[in-house]
């Protein structure tokens, strides 16, 4: 069992319409910088790195006893980070970026693909695909952190606190993209 995180920055891809290319990507990388950090100071494994998202994971290949304990716990570091970060580019009248996570927990395979000349590490399975999913939503939330039914179940049971604690969490949007009710929740002070 692996937990993932899947994070997205949506308003990248309009930076890079509006603005020069180099203000574009050093608004990315203040984003992106603290989200890498954050994460491998938690001891994720990094997965992909693009200019508007980042995927991670717990408990491949360690096999943590509780992968969705480390996961959250560096979201509450994260969602912190963030919402710090945000303050200080609106006080310098730089861009804010909104930040969409997708927390997922279950069964998936990690492996190297690719050739000897170029290696990289993919992990493949529901929870992968669930957290894409996740990130594709829209929010005009700076930060909105998402997590699926076994994630949330896993928040409920061990000792987080309660402004973080999982809250229903249904739109048109997520029910377009397969989820039924009652399968996703919004993490408290992600907002």
Known sequence: ??????????????LCRELSPQTALDSANSYLD???????????VIGEVTLDSVSAWWNNPDQNPNPEKEAIA??????????????????????????IAG??????LLGRVGSLN???????????????KICSLTSDEEVLVLVDAQTAESIK??????????????????????????SLYRLGGSA
């Open 118 to 132: 170029r290696m990289s590490t993919a992990i493949v399975g529901e929870p992968w695909t669930n957290g894409q």
């Open 1 to 14: 069992i692996s937990t993932l995180i899947t994070i997205r920055l949506p308003a990248v891809s309009r």
């Open 34 to 44: 603290i989200i890498i950090e954050t994460l491998r100071e938690k001891g994720a």
């Open 157 to 182: 049971t061990n000792d987080f606190p309660p402004t973080f604690s999982p809250q229903p969490f249904d739109s048109e949007g997520s029910r377009a993209l397969g989820f039924s009710k009652g």
């Open 74 to 99: 560096s979201l509450q570091q994260l969602v912190k980070e963030l919402h710090d970060l945000n303050h200080r580019q609106k006080t310098v009248k730089e861009p804010v970026l909104s930040v």
């Open 103 to 108: 927390v997922t927990t279950g069964r998936s």
